[in-house]
């Protein structure tokens, strides 16, 4: 029996051993298919160029299983040398952790950083002044919306012009077509969606549009998070937004890929990438000629304005305990270059976050993109700081308990103080 | 004082083969319960400054728990997966199972393994298989039966949450109590039942007065036993509905993974755990007392 | 009066077939639609007859995913810590039988309540302990083996190996199969041994030709019911391993179920279908010993 299992065992390490053929290896952590088809061009230049192995290693797919694994591995000190990170709002808690190595002497140093659009780079600094991320692909989101559908009942198509015309609207659409009128990400179960995808393109456009003021602390007991709220309440209490699906688990299946194809849902707020992946070329449910039925609105403001919600894209960080952190930064620049951006771009839809795309005619072909990432250089952004994964946890409650009927606009809003001081403590409340 | 030495010597040597046991246990059980208990008394965490510079907290941990809503949530929806399930579902259907198959049945066989099919399903097989029947409205397999008969259906997963979660584990134990119970049923002597019927009782009289009062110990012990293996079931729950929607389907076991890895705080969880064991073991004393075992 | 009887007697049979029917039917309907969902070319989440039968998700298992791989990985995890157990608990089940210190039943009640432990409350604590060690067997590790360092780890490794899953896997087998061994030793005869003792045999030579001739069927029902519950195991291959090379069944399942958008349910059907064959085997064979083991060796 024990020489059974010394051969098996045997057996094994060979077929490990057949895998191997440069003495480095990088690991790189990714999830779903779609990134790590992307991702493949990149790993192999990586080989080529700094010539080591690169392992690609398939995490969990929904972003929170996905951190949730990443988390453990980087508190345990076995993390990947290389990954990327899905929300960037847990960055600074991430380097708060300090799981992320500094690499802002690298970037700095790097020719091809000088033509990032202004956005990116601001977005990858951390509280501290540091930069702990590779920035290479942007989210930008707006307001995406069933054009036919809208035209045959006769509802107006222009940029609304505040809330109360974006209430108006969805409501018109709601009598009119009998369809839910908007979709705001919302509950727990969206995990980071509901603030990322949901609560940031409300919040910028209020009269507060910043939670985080000038010495680090948060600002949840502004008017503007009170009225961001109520803005939910009332979509909710008028029946405009699908609030059962928001419920279960995978909240985003029924109604993006069933909901807004069939018409069902009149619009919703969505990135660059819903052209392509949600409903384009790249969706098992595509809606023919996506990029004219479906048409954009920037996000109106509370009183008037218009906003273009500019977030990083699952930006690369380079692990702080690496087993060789220098090569794994310059694997990190090999991340954010401008292929990796393009073949990203074509995959998933997000926007490049390199102005020199422009001239590039890879991505000059992806004519869907080409005007959101002209648009991204005047993006709007949210200021980030320690503790922002807590604040957006505490919204994805706050709305869930909207999403229940449980509580006002007032109540949603003690929710998320409520969580963020227990959590935080006290002093990390305004 | 010969004999004295030689059963030293031999429970010495005894003591050896346990050791290959015993190691395992302590450290990888033993410990890490104990070990959770002071978890419970810090801020640890998987990201953030805490998760840097971890600090003892004291009670912290306690006092926001034992105010935490959604943490008597997760007791309650605990205490009805648990009654729900295992004390009633499998139980009564275990039951009446294991007298149907005591009966001349053609085909036993073949229902007795029907039954006990759903014992071997993995967690995340059954859950897989009942997200079929379950989920997406009119899409879900029970819907459709329920359509073919011409009866309405509801969304199974949203509108009655935690009865689909109980009745999910009721059909993954209903073949346990039968076998069990079975048992305890064959254990009565015909006798006794012989006697009855010439005292002229009816089969109803029959149950009441005998089946069910010489039933009463096993039937004690399968409640004990399926009660506490209930309250740690979390395989199932997760792949099924992750505790949703909203917390009500969070039992006790969800509840901590949730607070440990999806909301990253280790410290906070663990004090959940914490709760979570002395709950359990508390049961699992009364299970050992109520046995009797001679060992 | 007997007509009556009689009559009553025939619709309580009937009565049970209408129950035992409705029953099966709950019980086994599940099953149908992953049998017939795994070969169906046209395959939906809800039951239906199959388009037309195909074999290719199972291809598609072994051929696109790691199929073969994930399976192997299952196969030797989970039955080398089978095999620990049954010779772990082989060993501690007679010790626990025959002594008569005075630790014996507070170690046995012990044991029994680690079976009421809920897993996700250890996981954190338990998760540092096997790092800890992983650290400590890296460090002994790295200067022998050199450049072959992250696949040695990978075997001898306690995070992320297979040498840290298979303990852990074992250990929580441990409680039920000592249980089982001890009360079945508690029903051998002391007699075999004491020949054995008056022949001169040692400890080890009593071992190994009186007491394991004898507790094969013990170790057989302590064995099938560790491969069980370590088969259908989820939580601590999740937590535990990453590396491609080491995923098994539950973990290929759990992700190929959450590949958001891209759910292809006749392949997660075809996969669900291998995970539970093996599993349905063993079952099949511990049914016989489902009335002892069920109340942790206890007799009811």
């Not at chain 1, 952590?29 to 990149?42: E, M, R, S």
């Not at chain 2, 579902?89 to 099919?117: C, D, E, N, T, Y």
């Not at chain 3, 029953?23 to 037309?52: E, G, H, R, T």
């Not at chain 3, 450049?147 to 409680?175: C, K, N, S």
Request: charged content about 15%; some cysteine.
């Amino acid at each position: 029996m024990n020489k059974l299992v010394a051969g098996g065992l045997a057996a094994i390490a060979l077929s490990l051993l057949a895998g191997t053929a440069n003495a480095e290896s990088l690991r790189v952590a990714l999830h779903g298919q779609a990134g790590i088809d992307a991702f493949t061009p990149t790993a192999e230049r990586i080989e080529k160029n700094l010539g080591i192995d690169v392992e690609i290693v398939e995490y969990p797919a929904p972003d929170k299983d996905y951190m949730t694994k990443l988390l453990t591995e980087l508190a345990a000190g076995n993390g990947p040398d290389l990954f990327s990170i899905p929300s960037a709002a847990d960055v600074a808690d991430m380097v708060a952790a300090g799981y992320l190595a500094p690499v802002g002497a690298e970037l700095a140093a790097w020719p091809e950083y000088a033509d990032f659009v202004d956005v990116a780079k601001q977005l990858a600094v951390s509280p501290d002044g540091e930069t702990y991320v590779a920035p290479y692909i942007l989210g930008i989101q707006q307001i995406y919306f069933r054009r036919d559908v809208l035209e045959k009942a006769g509802i107006s198509t222009e940029q609304p012009k505040d809330w109360a015309d974006l209430l108006a609207r969805a409501k018109e659409i709601k009598e009119k077509t009998g369809s839910f009128g908007l979709l705001f990400p919302a509950g727990v179960s969206w995990g980071g969606g509901a603030f990322d995808e949901g609560f940031s393109h409300l919040i910028i456009g209020s009269s507060t549009p910043q939670l985080v003021t000038d010495d680090g602390k948060f600002d949840l007991t502004s008017q503007g998070v009170r009225d961001v709220f109520q803005f939910y309440k009332d979509l909710i209490d008028a029946d405009l937004m699908p609030v059962d699906p928001l419920l279960g688990p995978e909240p985003w299946v029924i109604p993006k890929y069933e909901m807004f194809p069939s018409g069902e849902l009149a619009a919703t707020t969505c990135g660059s990438w819903c052209y392509i992946f949600d409903w384009g070329r790249e969706s098992r449910n595509p809606i023919p000629d996506v990029t004219n039925v479906v048409g954009t609105w920037a996000d109106p403001g509370q009183n008037g304005g218009e906003f273009v919600l500019a977030n990083l894209g699952a930006p690369w960080a380079v692990n702080a305990k690496a087993a060789n952190l220098e090569l794994a930064k310059k694997a990190l620049l090999e991340a954010g270059s401008v292929e990796n951006q393009i073949e990203t771009a074509a995959r998933i839809g997000n926007i490049p976050a390199s102005n020199a795309v422009q001239r590039d005619p890879r991505f000059q072909a992806l004519t869907e993109l080409v005007p959101i990432q002209a648009a991204a250089n005047h993006g709007t952004y949210l200021k980030q700081a320690t503790g922002m994964s807590v604040v957006s946890e505490g919204v994805a409650r706050a709305t869930e308990a909207l999403l229940r009927k449980e509580t006002d606009a007032a109540g949603a809003q003690q929710i998320l103080v409520d969580h963020v001081r227990q959590t935080l403590g006290d002093e990390a409340v305004k | 004082m010969a004999f004295d030495a030689f059963q030293k010597r031999k429970e010495r040597q005894l003591l050896w083969l346990l050791l290959p046991a015993l190691v395992p246990l302590l450290i990888l059980t033993i410990y890490p319960a104990l070990y959770a208990v002071y978890l419970s008394m810090t801020n640890e965490a998987l990201t953030g400054v805490a998760a840097a510079k971890p600090r003892f907290v004291g009670a912290a941990n306690y006092l926001r728990l034992f105010s935490d809503g959604r943490f008597w949530n997760s007791l309650f929806v605990t205490f009805v997966f648990v009654v729900g399930s295992a004390i009633i579902g499998q139980f009564v259907l275990g039951f009446i199972s294991a007298m149907a198959l005591r009966r001349k049945i053609v085909g036993a066989p073949v229902f007795g393994a029907a039954i006990l099919l759903p014992n071997a399903a993995p967690e995340v097989v059954a859950g897989f298989m009942w997200i079929s029947m379950l989920a997406g409205g009119d899409h879900a397999t029970l819907s459709k039966i329920l359509v073919f008969f011409g009866l309405p259906y509801v969304d199974w997963l949203q509108t009655f949450p935690l009865f689909m979660v109980v009745m999910v584990n009721t059909w993954r134990g209903i073949g346990t109590a039968m076998i069990l119970l079975t048992a305890g049923l064959a254990a009565v002597p015909a006798e006794v039942y012989e006697a009855a019927r010439m005292d002229g009782a009816n089969p109803r009289q029959m149950f009441m007065r005998i089946t069910l009062p010489l039933m009463a110990p096993t039937i004690f012990l399968y409640m004990l036993i399926s009660t506490v293996s209930t309250i740690s079931v979390f395989g199932l729950v997760y792949a099924l509905t992750r505790g949703g929607p909203g917390n009500k389907t969070e039992v006790i076991s969800v509840y901590i993974y949730n607070q440990s890895f999806a909301a990253f705080q280790i410290g906070y969880g663990a004090a959940g755990a914490v709760v979570a064991l002395v709950v359990s073991l508390a049961l699992g004393i009364a299970y050992v007392r109520s046995l009797k075992v001679e060992v | 009066m007997a007509g009556i009887s009689e009559k009553r007697s025939g619709a309580y049979t009937l009565l049970a077939y209408v129950t035992l029917i409705v029953i099966s039917i709950f019980c086994v309907l599940p099953f149908v639609w992953m049998a017939l969902a795994s070969i169906d070319s046209n395959v939906q989440l809800f039951l239906k007859w199959p388009d037309s039968v195909t074999f290719d998700h199972y291809t598609k298992v072994f051929a696109e995913e790691n199929g073969v791989r994930w399976f192997a990985n299952s196969l030797f995890t989970v039955l080398s810590a089978t095999f620990i157990v049954m010779v772990v608990a082989g060993l501690g089940g007679y010790a626990l039988s025959r002594s008569k210190a005075w630790w014996k039943q507070p170690f046995l009640y012990a044991i029994l309540l680690i079976r009421v432990l809920p897993s996700t409350a250890l996981l954190v604590p338990l998760y540092k302990i096997l790092l800890t060690a992983n650290n400590g067997i890296g460090t002994v590790l790295r200067p022998l083996v050199g450049e072959h360092y992250r696949f040695v780890m990978q075997l001898f490794g306690f995070i992320d190996g297979y040498l840290g899953l298979i303990i852990v896997l074992a250990t929580g087998q441990l409680p039920l199969a000592l249980w089982i061994m001890k009360v079945f030793f508690d029903g051998v005869p002391k007699d075999y041994e004491e020949a054995a003792i008056l022949d001169g045999a040692t400890l080890v030579q009593r071992i190994r030709r009186v007491l394991i001739p004898l507790a094969l069927p013990g170790l057989a029902a302590a064995g099938l019911f560790a491969f069980m519950s370590a088969w259908g195991d989820f939580l601590l291959p999740l937590i535990l391993l990453s590396s491609p090379e080491l995923q098994t069944l539950p973990i290929g399942l759990f992700r190929a179920f959450l590949r958001v958008n891209e759910i292809d349910y006749g392949l997660l059907a075809a996969l669900a279908t291998i995970y539970l064959i093996p599993a349905v085997i063993a079952f099949s064979f511990a049914r016989r010993f489902l009335v002892q083991t069920f109340s942790g060796g206890v007799k009811g």
